[in-house]
């Protein structure tokens, strides 16, 4: 990394998932505003190179995946042992004063090493229920930062800050009905928004397939937008021209505050941050949590949205055809419902999520790297760079 001597070197590890990596990417980017030197550590997966395409600003690097499913034990050991070898060859080759872990196994190697080499180290948890990943390392870290109030109690760090899930910075409300002239849709009729993630949903694909007899009958003028995931898409796809109802249907689709701004509400996982870009945009939203998720995270994400109105709650092993187009009426149809719960998501936007974390790993660093820096409520800033182009991906030899 070219990189000033005295200019703070920091390491983000989240890769594995779009919920990961999407707000790694927004404090990344603070911390490059902030005039660091950031590196991006992701994981092989199509989603994290997808994601990544076309960033200049940070440096990309590649790590071995490392996964923790029921039946591969011995492959999880053999991918963290990969992981942790490589990232600490790189920290030895270009020190980091600074690592911070978004979440997920995939996080937990690089952080270790960093931290065992004299780095800062730093975690954020999106969710309510912290994850396995954040449990285990969570003694070996500076700080925690989390995304749900109620999560600090439920984490035994040295220090423990609510900030809420970071929002890449392009999430700001577009023109309606110029994103959905991009979209391909009328801009006149209204738009739903059905999505199950980075990697796409198979029960929410289901239940919307279930549903579109009932949907083309009640409510035929609705257009579709559904981001299917890579497995099922021809299917959603297949169904929606069946039915006749107007739908445009991707695996997958980077531009997201585009798909947002387009749509009247959605229908989506509760995946913590997913949820904070639909705080962020004030999209009203049915939320219908994966219920194999770990420790039922999920769930309980939904249940802290529902309980201060900013979402309604379906549960995917009951939701009928009837519920969901009831959900989803009130959303799109009533103007009331609509304008208090986006009343509601619009207390539980932290726009400055991203500022705040970058600004508390800076102040964890020596003073001779905080010397330029200027504050205007507390908040050391630094002075930006000339900017480093770095290529979109390096690849870490395993």
Not at 7 to 29: D, N, W
Not at 161 to 180: H, I, K, N, Y
Request: hydrophobic share 50%.
């Amino acid at each position: 990394m070219n990189a000033q001597p005295n200019v703070p070197k920091i390491a983000i590890a989240c890769g594995g998932t779009g919920g990961h990596l999407f707000p790694g990417i927004a404090v990344g980017r603070q911390l490059v505003q902030h005039g660091c030197a950031v590196t991006l550590l992701i994981s092989p997966k199509d989603v994290d190179q997808q994601a990544v395409s076309g960033i200049l600003e940070l440096q990309i690097v590649k790590l071995p995946a490392v996964a923790l499913q029921r039946g591969s034990r011995l492959a999880f050991m053999q991918g963290f042992v990969r992981s942790y070898v490589a990232a600490r060859r790189m920290f030895k080759e270009a020190p980091h004063h600074a690592a911070l872990a978004m979440g997920g196994f995939t996080s937990v190697p690089p952080v270790l090493a960093a931290r065992q080499l004299g780095a800062k180290a730093f975690l954020h948890e999106s969710n309510t229920i912290p994850g396995r990943a954040n449990r285990a390392l969570l003694r070996f870290v500076d700080a925690a930062f989390v995304g749900f109030p109620e999560t600090l109690g439920r984490l035994k760090a040295k220090q423990s800050v609510a900030t809420g899930t970071p929002v890449r910075e392009e999430f700001r409300a577009l023109d309606v009905q110029e994103s959905r002239r991009q979209l391909g849709l009328d801009p006149a009729r209204p738009v739903v928004l059905v999505m199950g993630g980075s990697q796409g949903a198979s029960g929410i694909n289901q239940l919307l397939i279930r549903s579109l007899p009932l949907l083309k009958q009640q409510a035929p003028d609705w257009q579709w937008l559904h981001l299917a995931g890579a497995n099922d898409v021809e299917q959603v796809r297949s169904a929606y021209a069946s039915s006749g109802l107007t739908a445009v249907v991707h695996p997958f689709f980077a531009s997201m505050e585009i798909a947002l701004s387009a749509a009247d509400a959605a229908v989506a996982r509760a995946g913590a941050s997913s949820m904070a870009e639909f705080a962020a945009l004030k999209l009203p939203v049915v939320l219908v949590p994966l219920p194999t998720a770990a420790d039922n995270h999920q769930f309980f994400n939904a249940r802290a949205f529902e309980a201060s109105g900013a979402a309604r709650l379906l549960d995917q092993k009951s939701a009928t055809p009837e519920m969901l187009l009831g959900a989803l009426r009130a959303l799109v149809s009533d103007a009331t419902v609509r304008s208090r719960m986006q009343e509601a998501l619009g207390r539980w936007h932290k726009p400055d999520a991203a500022a705040n974390i970058a600004a508390q790993i800076l102040a964890s660093l020596p003073a001779d790297m905080r010397r330029n820096a200027i504050s205007a409520s507390g908040i050391g800033i630094y002075p930006v760079p000339e900017r480093a182009s770095f290529p979109t991906q390096v690849e870490v030899l395993q």
